[in-house]
T-cell receptor, first 113, second 113 residues
Framework: AQSVTQPDIHITVSEGASLELRCNYS??????LFWYVQSPGQGLQLLLK??????LVQGIKGFEAEFKRSQSSFNLRKPSVHWSDAAEYFC???????????FGSGTRLQVQP | DADVTQTPRNRITKTGKRIMLECSQT?????MYWYRQDPGLGLRLIYY???????NKGEISDGYSVSRQAQAKFSLSLESAIPNQTALYFC????????????FGPGTRLTVL
């Protein structure tokens, strides 16, 4: 069965600093990968997704993620964090049959002024 | 108007009560999902439906049932609520074709006392 690991439960960065959130997946075939963001009290918003092709994918709000098959990773990055980026971030992989998502446990991002 | 709506947004109930959470979508999608979110666990799949006559259990279906009243409506029921069903519940939809993206509702926060 597929699984997703987000090793960092909580990360704090200063506003304007760069950000990298880690995601490792376990999946037998070519994965379909997603990053979602959940702001406090809100639902989930899709940041970006990888299905195939270029391994560096661009998303909304200035985020990008790089798929590395050799490392089974799909890390999320942003060059300069804004205070409004404070939220919880979830990495997910889609299974083939149900087309349902398996989520990681999430990384909570705190942004210091 | 939101494409995926959930009612109620918040609910407090007592142990043993029957509760129904409703999800409606205007996206015209045929596939609908119910997930549960618990702190530190991410989201986990409860039930999913590919169309009105196709309903399937997810990883944590015990204690829950669902009804797909129409293509646009997918309800989750707790026949006899218990405290460990206190969680944030999300409905999601996706098309059977491309793009292969799930769209989430705003969530229902359920507290079982």
């Amino acid at each position: 069965a597929q699984s997703v690991t987000q090793p960092d439960i909580h990360i704090t960065v200063s506003e304007g600093a760069s950000l990298e959130l880690r995601c490792n997946y376990s999946y037998g075939a070519t994965p379909y990968l997603f990053w979602y963001v959940q702001s406090p009290g809100q639902g989930l918003q899709l940041l970006l997704k990888y299905f195939s092709g270029d391994t560096l994918v661009q998303g909304i709000k200035g985020f990008e993620a790089e798929f590395k098959r050799s490392q089974s990773s799909f890390n999320l990055r942003k060059p300069s964090v804004h205070w409004s980026d404070a939220a919880e971030y979830f990495c997910a992989v889609r299974d083939t049959g149900r087309r349902a998502l398996t989520f990681g446990s999430g990384t909570r991002l705190q942004v210091q002024p | 108007d939101a494409d995926v709506t959930q009612t109620p947004r918040n609910r407090i109930t007592k142990t043993g009560k029957r509760i129904m959470l409703e999800c409606s979508q205007t996206k015209g999608h045929d596939r609908m999902y119910w997930y549960r979110q618990d702190p530190g666990l991410g989201l986990r799949l409860i039930y999913y439906s590919f169309d009105v006559k196709d309903i399937n259990k997810g990883e944590i279906s015990d204690g829950y049932s669902v009804s797909r009243q129409a293509q646009a409506k997918f309800s989750l029921s707790l026949e006899s609520a218990i405290p460990n069903q206190t969680a944030l519940y999300f409905c999601a939809t996706r098309t059977s074709g491309r793009p292969d993206t799930q769209y989430f509702g705003p969530g229902t926060r359920l507290t079982v006392l």
